[in-house]
């Protein structure tokens, strides 16, 4: 029989003499030794004041664990999952607050569904028109470096050197046609943002006013 089986049943002996001695009422505690061994008795050593304990009754029955303490890293860890969790917990409370805010003006804005078609045909309107004033632009533009092209082409025929100015103004004809066109195109975008949001806004507002909500 080796000493570390002997020790463990010294232990069991002691902890069952305290338990069911009848005169002793004091609990128990049971901790494990740097041996593995679980060992108990009135107190915990100090050398094991950090380490897991369980109290027992006189019933031999578990009423306390004390877990161990944790390590530095440990104490870290959770300390950063807590920060994690308090930030996520934040950022949702924050989207709820935005969203109810979002809805308040929803239905403050709207009364009725054709509101909002109203809304949104009077502002796809006004980047229509805005598209189509910048589209006569590009074409009085593009007319202009047509004529000038065929004017350099002309030259070049003639084995004429093109003029300074010329070269210039094709150019600048063409920065500024590439320079609309991507202003269009950004008003295109704007125009396809514009019809989702109002998709958007349209059902949320069905669903607002299929549950009642009135505004607060």
């Not at 029955?61 to 104490?75: C, D, G, V």
Request: proline letters at 1%; charged letters at 40%.
């Amino acid at each position: 029989m080796n000493r570390r089986y002997i020790k463990q049943l010294l232990t069991l002996s002691l902890a069952s003499t305290l338990l069911f001695s009848g005169t002793v009422h004091a609990k128990i505690v049971c901790w494990t030794n740097n041996e593995g061994i679980r060992e108990c008795g009135n107190a915990v050593p100090p050398e094991y004041a950090q380490k897991e304990t369980r109290t027992i009754n006189e019933r031999g029955r578990t009423t306390e664990i004390k877990e161990r303490a944790k390590t530095t890293e440990e104490l870290t860890a959770a300390k950063a999952q807590r920060a994690e969790e308090e930030r996520l917990a934040n950022e949702e409370a924050e989207r709820q607050r935005k969203k109810d805010a979002y809805d308040r003006v929803l239905l403050s804005t709207y009364l009725v569904e054709n509101d909002i078609i109203r809304s949104r045909d009077r502002q796809s309107g006004s980047i229509d028109a805005t598209m189509e004033i910048t589209n006569i632009s590009v074409d009085k533009l593009q007319n202009k470096l047509n004529d000038n092209k065929k004017k350099a082409a002309d030259l070049e025929r003639k084995g004429k050197k093109l003029p300074e100015r010329l070269e210039q103004d094709i150019s600048s004809l063409q920065e500024q046609i590439d320079d609309k066109k991507r202003f269009i195109h950004s008003k295109e975008l704007e125009k396809k943002a514009l019809h989702e949001k109002y998709a958007a806004d349209m059902v949320r507002f069905r669903e607002l006013k299929a549950d009642g909500i009135k505004l607060r």
